[in-house]
């Protein structure tokens, strides 16, 4: 479904990605893992088209280099960034409603799904955004761009600085998004995490992809592990 080759990133004259590679295919959940300032960020930020870069980003077999990010999204493309990205001053209702593509709802995702998925995004929706705690604004974040009905959803670090309970109810999202055959490539920082729900994995160093595998190969290789994971 997804394939990155050679792609490179930079930001100004800093070159940040060196030829990664990586592909999704259809219902798979895969991760992308390595210490802070990797380029895990980038790699996602420039197969949406945030970033400059060269090289060959393939979805569903058509080219997106080079293409502006409102097209890449509308191709099928969706990205929870990391700092989340929500309107303040608009209910969490209007949030969700701005995540749809068109005024009608005919994907595979409704305003209901969501509000059964997060029961609080129901019991808030009439509330500005801003109000909302961090975990309530991830939830918020995550829906909205269901609310486009993706084909695959790119995600930032989703579970950065949420509680426990918030986080286990993400990871059964993740698994929801899987079952409706939507893909997930995933930047994780919780390594359990991203064991527990990937198919694949791929570990990221200086720019560059150093390890992929499955999360069984990757607990077998203790040394891609300290050398590119532990601290």
Same mark, same amino acid.
């Given at each position: 479904?997804l394939?990155?080759?050679?792609?490179?990133?930079?930001?100004?004259?800093?070159?940040?990605?060196?030829? *990664?590679?990586?592909?999704?295919?259809?219902?798979?959940?895969?991760?992308?893992?390595?210490?802070?300032?990797?380029? @895990?960020?980038? !790699?996602?930020?420039?197969?949406?088209?945030?970033?400059?870069?060269?090289?060959?980003?393939?979805?569903?077999?058509?080219?997106?280099?080079?293409?502006?990010?409102?097209?890449?999204?509308? @191709?099928?493309?969706?990205y *929870?960034?990391?700092?989340?990205?929500?309107?303040?001053?608009l209910t969490?209702?209007?949030?969700?409603?701005?995540?749809?593509?068109?005024?009608?709802?005919?994907?595979?995702?409704?305003? +209901?799904?969501m509000?059964?998925?997060?029961? @609080?995004?129901?019991?808030? =929706?009439?509330?500005p955004a801003?109000?909302?705690?961090?975990?309530?604004?991830?939830?918020? !974040?995550?829906?909205? !761009?269901?609310?486009?009905d993706?084909?695959?959803?790119?995600?930032?670090?989703?579970?950065?600085?949420?509680?426990?309970?918030?986080?286990?109810?993400?990871?059964?999202?993740?698994?929801?998004?899987?079952? @409706?055959?939507?893909?997930i490539?995933?930047?994780?920082?919780?390594l359990?995490? =991203?064991?527990?729900?990937?198919?694949?994995?791929y570990?990221?160093?200086?720019?560059?992809?150093?390890?992929?595998?499955?999360? =069984?190969?990757?607990r077998?290789? +203790?040394?891609?592990?300290?050398?590119?994971?532990?601290?």
């Open positions: 479904m394939e990155v080759a050679d792609l490179h990133a930079y930001y100004g004259k800093s070159h940040i990605l060196h030829g *990664v590679h990586l592909r999704v295919g259809q219902g798979e959940i895969v991760s992308l893992l390595g210490r802070n300032g990797v380029g @895990r960020s980038t !790699t996602i930020k420039a197969i949406m088209g945030q970033v400059a870069g060269s090289g060959s980003v393939k979805f569903q077999g058509q080219e997106l280099m080079g293409l502006k990010t409102y097209v890449i999204s509308r @191709r099928g493309l969706g *929870v960034p990391e700092n989340r990205d929500i309107f303040p001053t969490v209702r209007q949030n969700l409603l701005l995540g749809q593509k068109g005024t009608r709802e005919s994907g595979r995702w409704s305003m +209901e799904d509000y059964q998925l997060f029961p @609080r995004l129901r019991e808030r =929706a009439d509330a801003g109000v909302l705690s961090g975990g309530e604004q991830q939830m918020l !974040t995550l829906c909205r !761009t269901l609310m486009g993706p084909d695959l959803v790119m995600i930032d670090e989703p579970t950065e600085g949420l509680a426990p309970k918030i986080v286990e109810q993400v990871a059964s999202l993740f698994d929801e998004i899987a079952r @409706r055959g939507i893909s490539l995933l930047v994780e920082q919780k359990a995490i =991203a064991m527990k729900i990937s198919q694949r994995v570990v990221m160093g200086h720019g560059r992809i150093v390890f992929e595998g499955t999360p =069984a190969d990757l077998a290789s +203790e040394s891609v592990r300290k050398e590119w994971l532990e601290v």
